[in-house]
T-cell receptor, first 114, second 115 residues
Framework: QKEVEQNSGPLSVPEGAIASLNCTYS??????FFWYRQYSGKSPELIMS????GDKEDGRFTAQLNKASQYVSLLIRDSQPSDSATYLC??????????????FGTGTKLQVIP | DTEVTQTPKHLVMGMTNKKSLKCEQH?????MYWYKQKAKKPPELMFV???????INESVPSRFSPECPNSSLLNLHLHALQPEDSALYLC??????????????FGPGTRLTVL
């Protein structure tokens, strides 16, 4: 069973702090990694994608990937109350019929305290 | 424009009803997806269409019937649903679905309640 694991939280951080969200995956052939933000009652919104080892920065967000450790993380700098949401880690798996299925983790709920 | 639209936003139906969910994208994407999401759970893949052909059916019950009339439209026909089918139904699209690097963009979803 290929899995994507996240701590369900809630992860509480004060406003202005760095929030660190972590994800591990079991399928060594995974090639693509995504972070989605989902507000309560809304649909997932893609915020970051990363494909190679190292860091990728986009505004206040930094995604980090370590394929050897099968670990991907998301850092949110200067956290704002509006960042309070559930963050879903998504990982592609082995190809099946020419299509690489995306597996979602169960998500980490982030609470930014004003 | 990274927008995927879905109609209706909310749907309440009885177990004997027939209804359809609709999804549309104008990003030129050639892969479209249906997901089901229950409360506090991650999205669960149901179907994948790639280049208007059904590529993946995740052993979904036949009371759910997908249709892809063209590369921009995706429908999900519902018939004889059960109360446990109540969930948020999400449509997503990606460039091709074949390369493994495709970013999937989700629509706002349809909140379905089966009475």
């Amino acid at each position: 069973q290929k899995e994507v694991e996240q701590n369900s939280g809630p992860l509480s951080v004060p406003e202005g702090a760095i929030a660190s969200l972590n994800c591990t995956y079991s399928d060594r052939v995974s090639q693509s990694f995504f972070w989605y933000r989902q507000y309560s009652g809304k649909s997932p919104e893609l915020i970051m994608s990363i494909y190679s080892n190292g860091d990728k920065e986009d505004g206040r967000f930094t995604a980090q990937l370590n394929k050897a450790s099968q670990y991907v993380s998301l850092l949110i700098r200067d956290s704002q109350p509006s960042d309070s949401a559930t963050y879903l880690c998504a990982v592609t798996g082995a190809s099946s019929g020419g299509y690489q299925k995306v597996t979602f983790g169960t998500g980490t709920k982030l609470q930014v305290i004003p | 424009d990274t927008e995927v639209t879905q109609t209706p936003k909310h749907l309440v139906m009885g177990m004997t009803n027939k209804k359809s969910l609709k999804c549309e994208q104008h990003m030129g994407h050639r892969a479209m997806y249906w997901y089901k999401q229950k409360a506090k759970k991650p999205p669960e893949l149901m179907f994948v269409y790639s280049y208007e052909k059904l590529s993946i059916n995740e052993s979904v019950p036949s009371r759910f019937s997908p249709e892809c009339p063209n590369s921009s439209l995706l429908n999900l026909h519902l018939h004889a649903l059960q109360p446990e089918d109540s969930a948020l139904y999400l449509c997503a699209s990606s460039r091709s679905g074949r390369e493994g690097i495709d970013e999937q963009f989700f629509g706002p979803g349809t909140r379905l309640t089966v009475l």
